[in-house]
């Protein structure tokens, strides 16, 4: 598919997930350098920039759709032939999907020592890192069981809980104001990430920070499982995480209320990092305020700006 193709489907919620929206704007570019024959390189970069802006402009907060999208530019700089800049584009794309892939092993391995036989985990939205912990601590012959939030307007939660059924976890869905309720009785708090800054907050499905505090509150582990392509390289010179808002239909149908009523429909909120326990990531277990050495680690600084 086109970039624009991905864009809208991103946009749509169609596509959902900060890896695997990172991943289809990878393989898009991809695409876009395939179907864009041209041999002069000003119009094949002209073609994928415009890719470039369309899918990053899709889904502002997602951190790793940005990392995802500059990757695929890595080392391209210094290139002169159009089909040199095709080939690299097309390579980084391909070592971009299968890094990501294979990240989200890892983390499960590394997560999976955190869950005990008999816990209960709580956890909110549908994220695949999260998921693939409890799947891996599943299959290592843990047994445990797993409440999932419905994660209100869109409910990820029902995809979460259909994933968790499908490996034969058990799992019982809750209403989003009644994580508190049952915080008590839980034993470790599992989510994902769509950005995390470089001071360790975390920007996640909205709500998110509300379960951070009533686990901070009766003192349950909160572990975010993210991986590194989630880092953002941009907050270390300052810029704030964009948080996105979508349309009031998404919480209200229409006539529902008067025209005069406001809906305020923001989709993520920041975790600050002192409710964090711990960050499982491809390249170990982190506490929050590591996030800047990741960050430049891992990211470097070619990731920090490109040119507009």
Same mark, same amino acid.
């Given at each position: 598919m086109s970039a624009e193709e991905i864009a809208e489907r991103i946009r749509s919620m169609d596509i959902r997930g900060a890896a695997e929206i990172a991943r289809q704007a990878a393989q898009a570019l991809k695409d876009e350098a395939v179907d864009c024959r041209t041999s002069d390189l000003k119009e094949l970069k002209a073609c994928l920039e415009r890719g470039r802006d369309t899918l990053i402009a899709s889904r502002p907060t997602a951190i790793s759709l940005w990392n995802g999208v500059q990757y695929v530019f890595k080392d391209t700089a210094g290139i002169t032939d159009a089909n040199e800049y095709r080939e690299k584009v097309k390579v980084n794309a391909d @070592?971009?999907? &299968? @890094?990501? &892939?294979?990240?989200?092993m890892t983390i499960g391995k590394l997560g999976a020592n955190r869950v005990r036989d008999g816990d209960k985990v709580l956890t909110h939205c549908n994220s695949k890192a999260a998921i693939a912990v409890m799947a891996e601590a599943w299959a290592q012959g843990k047994r445990f069981e797993v409440f999932a939030t419905e994660s209100r307007p869109w409910r990820q939660g029902v995809l979460t809980a259909n994933d968790l059924a499908r490996l034969g976890i058990p799992v019982t869905m809750i209403i989003d104001s009644a994580v508190r309720y049952v915080m008590k009785d839980m034993d470790l708090v599992l989510v994902g990430a769509d950005t995390i800054a470089s001071n360790g907050a975390v920007i996640n499905k909205i709500g998110t920070s509300q379960v951070a505090l009533a686990a901070h509150e009766a003192r349950v582990p909160f572990t975010v499982c993210a991986e590194t392509f989630k880092f953002s390289p941009r907050t270390i010179y300052g810029e704030l995480v964009k948080i996105e808002e979508r349309d009031a239909t998404e919480v209200v149908k229409a006539g529902e209320v008067p025209p005069h009523v406001k809906?305020?429909?923001?989709?993520f909120d920041a975790t600050p990092p002192e409710y964090i326990d711990s960050i499982v990531t491809e390249i170990g277990v982190i506490p929050p305020y590591a996030a800047y050495q990741v960050i430049v680690k891992e990211l470097g600084q070619e990731f920090i700006f490109y040119e507009d």
């Open positions: @070592r971009f999907i &299968k @890094r990501s &892939k294979n990240a989200l809906v305020f429909n923001p989709v």
